[in-house]
């Protein structure tokens, strides 16, 4: 969604604007991993140029949101557009997120709330925001999640080598106030079962001379890792995306949530 922006022929205060609010943008970035019972979470984001509009977020507020220590809210976000504009766009949902996921509501009404706010924000500008949110229950083994117009998530199964898109209805966020989104799940998930949370940057790598399809060897990679733990499954695969690019900036901004649960009691049950 986003292209590679020149700064060269740009004058002195904009270059210093560029540089002040990439700054901010990477300080809004998660700097360790959440930690909650059974399950290990990890992520990054790395962006095609100065700013960008991928996001993502742990919501964990001491309680506030998440009154357990096994439950942890995350979000993966793409922002329409390039440079400053995306940018913009990233900090406003991120901020709309989280003041919204503090308060009461199932997945359904936070998104749907920011949604409305969203579309109040960009008008018929054409704007709009993609974003996975989910809700990760470590002991229990179970993912809920709504969709908002994003990738679908990959959830692989090591007891049968398959990996699932976890689906989900939703249009993206700043299209239709009175969109609906639906909260879907999936409960009972084997141990050392792996999420992958990611944005179409990193699906499909674009080097200006055609998309390089990158979900089969992502696939591949957490096959051959998957007794490793999440941050060296997340490593291997952000240094095989570095090779794919050949040292070069990718034309879009990439990110990577990755989750893997552990030991806990199974829950029964499951929809989707």
């Known amino acids: ?5 020149n700064l060269e022929n740009e004058s002195l205060p904009e270059k210093v604007c560029v ?8 300080q809004l970035l998660p700097k360790r991993s959440p930690l909650i019972d059974g399950a290990e979470i990890t992520g990054w ?6 700013l960008g509009g991928d996001f993502f977020d742990y919501h964990d507020f001491s309680g506030v949101c998440c009154p357990s220590t096994t439950q942890m809210h995350i979000v993966v976000g793409d922002a329409s557009g ?20 503090m308060q009461s509501g199932n997945l359904s009404q936070i998104v749907a709330g920011v949604n409305k706010l969203l579309c109040l924000d960009v008008g018929s500008s054409g704007h709009f925001v993609t ?3 989910a809700s990760i229950f470590g ?8 969709r908002g117009g994003h990738d679908p998530a990959l959830l692989y199964n ?3 080598d398959v990996f699932a898109p976890l689906q989900g209805n939703g249009v993206a966020l700043g299209v239709d106030p009175y969109a609906d989104y639906q909260v879907n ?22 080097q200006g001379v055609g998309r390089t399809h990158c979900k089969g060897m992502i696939k591949d990679l957490v096959r051959r890792h998957r007794h490793e733990n999440a941050v060296s499954i997340a490593e291997v695969i952000k240094r095989k995306v570095g090779e794919c690019c050949r040292g070069l900036p990718a034309e879009d901004d990439m990110t990577l949530i990755t989750i893997k649960f552990g030991d806990g009691p199974k829950a029964t049950g499951e929809t989707s």
Request: net charge positive.
């Open 139 to 146: 002991s229990e083994r179970k993912i809920e999640w709504v």
């Open 131 to 133: 974003v996975f949110y």
């Open 82 to 101: 390039h440079g400053l504009c995306s940018s913009l766009l990233m900090t406003s949902i991120r901020a709309y997120l989280r003041a919204r996921a």
């Open 19 to 26: 540089q002040l609010a990439s700054e901010i943008e990477h």
């Open 185 to 206: 799940s999936r409960s009972g998930l084997p141990k050392e079962a792996i999420v992958l949370i990611g944005t179409d940057g990193l699906w499909e790598i674009d």
């Open 45 to 50: 984001t790395v962006y095609s140029g100065m």
């Open 1 to 5: 969604m986003k292209h590679r922006k």
């Open 158 to 160: 090591p007891a049968t």
